[in-house]
């Protein structure tokens, strides 16, 4: 059987080989016919020009509107940048150019921009801006005390840079590192003083007597056992509890008054009968 089919496949060989010739030939004259096509111009060649053209013209208006979109949102952000770089040139004395913003402020979330210590060394106060989120914060030992946005009213983006840029503008080192107390006692429970620096309230020693008002019974006491022990208060409780009492007489004293009362009553009937009976 499969001598037979080997012989069918041979007999078929040559009919094949005449198919593929006549194939062969076909390409090849397709082929000529192609390149006299290419030599010959092309009848709408002006009109092709001319789309071509168009649409490129087309294109190149629809970029510039991107273009000009993205550089619209671009510029408030270079015009925040640029009063960035002028307040710190304006404030510290510095003199740097537009171009280190992104080398002196890797990171648009935490642009730190003034930074100082309390007079007496102890804390440190930062105010940075946030570039991605249009807010600032201002810190004490790298604890936020206070945050807020400059989107003032809820209007976007573009607003929060104009404002944000305008606050750079007109603000000084001081006003960003001046600290509320309301904002740093809700914050941290601190309290600051006069010259500025920092304290805990309740750690001070108002009587001096030793003791922390925190632990203080009575700070107002200078005495340590009585502050300690809170005695004076308790003296005073059982005076005005002992003063009440004396106010008031007791059960027992009424009843002790009344059997007094009934035997000085007794007596005083036995000595009339006692008299009437001697005058008889």
């Not at 607003?159 to 001081?174: C, D, H, R, Y």
């Not at 309301?182 to 941290?188: G, K, M, P, V």
């Not at 009587?207 to 003296?235: H, K, L, M, Q």
Request: with cysteine; charged share 40%; hydrophobic share 25%.
């Amino acid at each position: 059987g499969n001598i037979t089919r080997l012989d069918n496949v041979i007999d078929r060989m040559p009919e094949k080989l005449k198919r593929l010739e006549e194939k062969l030939i076909s390409s090849k004259e397709q082929l000529e016919n192609a390149k006299e096509e290419l030599k010959k111009p092309f009848e709408k060649a002006e009109e092709l020009k001319t789309k071509v053209l168009r649409l490129a013209e087309l294109n190149k208006l629809l970029d510039m509107g991107e273009v000009e979109e993205k550089r619209n949102d671009n510029s408030l952000i270079e015009d925040v940048k640029r009063a960035i770089i002028d307040f710190c040139n304006r404030e510290y004395e510095e003199n740097h150019s537009y171009d280190e913003f992104d080398t002196l402020y890797p990171d648009l979330k935490h642009i730190g921009i003034a930074y100082t210590n309390t007079p007496d060394e102890r804390h440190e106060i930062q105010y940075e801006l946030n570039l991605e989120d249009y807010t600032w914060t201002q810190y004490i030992d790298n604890k936020p005390i206070k945050t807020e946005s400059f989107d003032y009213e809820n209007k976007g983006e573009n607003e929060a840079l104009k404002n944000m840029k305008n606050e750079i503008e007109l603000s000084s080192f001081e006003d960003l590192v001046y600290v509320d107390s309301e904002d740093l006692r809700a914050a941290t429970g601190l309290d600051i003083d006069d010259e500025g620096n920092l304290y805990d309230p309740l750690a001070k020693d108002l009587d001096n007597d030793g003791i922390p008002d925190r632990y203080d019974n009575d700070f107002r006491d200078s005495d340590y056992f009585e502050s300690t022990y809170d005695v004076e208060d308790n003296f005073h409780t059982k005076e005005e509890t002992a003063q009440k009492t004396e106010g008031k007489p007791s059960i027992l004293g009424q009843i002790r008054a009344f059997q007094m009362q009934e035997k000085s009553e007794s007596r005083q009937e036995s000595k009339e009968q006692q008299y009437e009976q001697y005058a008889r």
